[in-house]
């Protein structure tokens, strides 16, 4: 699942990620192992020299088992990091907003849950799997970002997790096939592997972009042909990020479909959508997290969730999700 973040929101975010009290992240600190300082990023599919200092700022790992975290490692870090890395009071607030978001019958897709410095890369979240069969993923939230300006302002961490959430949704072993290689792919191939042919992400691909895919895969990385491609089509996206790709797209189009009404006018962007309240599983999806942030009531406590910093801007192709 979510980058600049000064250039525009996130969440990377690449978040989409994401994002899950009844978990026992409540429980008080002295409570939790203290795990041993280890140098070593665990991901084996970091670069070498993609390090705390240079890569994604990892801060702490915790092991997720349904709603309850317990953290398995701590990264060595100094300074600034090393404070962010002790307030674990922190790293709890945002794991209750994560499981907030998270369905129950979509805790059983994490696994880890990933603490963060973005600022040096400008990610704001991110989901990735962790098994090649896409049934188990971690979400890592920039812990640095979650607090700018207080804690979830604006919405930002909210729009962020829910974004990442949705990424899960729609590219977990239900939606795509991992078993299938790029070169015997017959749909569209996400990265993960072969979209099913009922998926979300196969209809919203079918339907929206298959028209344009070649001309966007003309674009590669050049940064003025993705402006160039976003401003000829901007009618199709709910933000300018979505435009990264299909992926990122339908992280942004379900965010949109989860804390706005539903669209009234005609534009690819709002038929995109609006093609989500024909599927009454993404329906109860909205109303879950809706309900549990209070979107759109009247209660103090609801949730006001705005559209991204980052939304303004085109994600990197290669980018975590």
Not at 181 to 208: C, H, L, M, P, W
Not at 212 to 227: H, I, L, P, W
Request: contains cysteine; positive net charge.
């Amino acid at each position: 699942m979510l980058l600049n973040k000064k250039l525009r929101l996130l969440f990377v975010v690449l978040l989409s990620f994401m994002t899950l009290s009844t978990f026992n992240a409540c429980e008080k600190d002295d409570e939790n192992i203290e795990p041993k300082k280890e140098e070593t990023p665990k991901k084996e599919e970091k670069p070498k020299g993609e390090n705390n200092e240079e890569g994604e700022g990892d801060i702490s790992e915790y092991s997720v088992n349904g709603r309850k975290i317990t953290k398995t490692k701590d990264y060595t870090v100094t300074g600034d990091l090393l404070k962010l890395q002790k307030d674990t009071k922190q790293h709890t607030e945002v794991w209750e907003l994560v499981s907030k978001v998270v369905p129950d019958n979509f805790t059983k897709f994490f696994n880890e849950y990933v603490v963060f410095a973005g600022e040096k890369n400008g990610t704001a979240g991110y989901v990735s799997q962790t098994t090649s069969d896409l049934t188990q993923w971690v979400i890592g939230i920039a812990i640095d970002f979650a607090y700018e300006g207080g804690f979830n302002k604006d919405g930002e961490l909210a729009y962020t997790i829910i974004h990442e959430f949705g990424h899960v949704v729609t590219l977990n072993n239900t939606q795509v096939d991992s078993k299938i290689a790029e070169k015997d792919s017959k749909t569209f191939f996400t990265g993960e592997g072969a979209v099913r042919k009922n998926s979300y992400i196969n209809t919203i691909f079918q339907k929206f972009w298959k028209d344009v895919y070649k001309e966007f895969q003309a674009v590669g990385d050049d940064e003025t042909k993705s402006e160039a491609f976003y401003e000829k089509y901007k009618d199709r996206f709910v933000t300018k990020y979505a435009s990264t790709n299909p992926g990122e797209d339908i992280a942004e189009i379900f965010t949109h479909f989860v804390i706005k009404d539903k669209p009234t006018g005609n534009t690819i962007a709002n038929k995109k959508v609006k093609l989500f309240y024909e599927y009454p599983d993404l329906i109860k999806l909205r109303n879950h997290i809706r309900k549990s942030l209070k979107i759109g009531t009247k209660s103090k406590s609801a949730m006001n969730v705005k559209v991204w910093k980052r939304g303004a801007t085109i994600g990197k192709k290669g980018q975590k999700r």
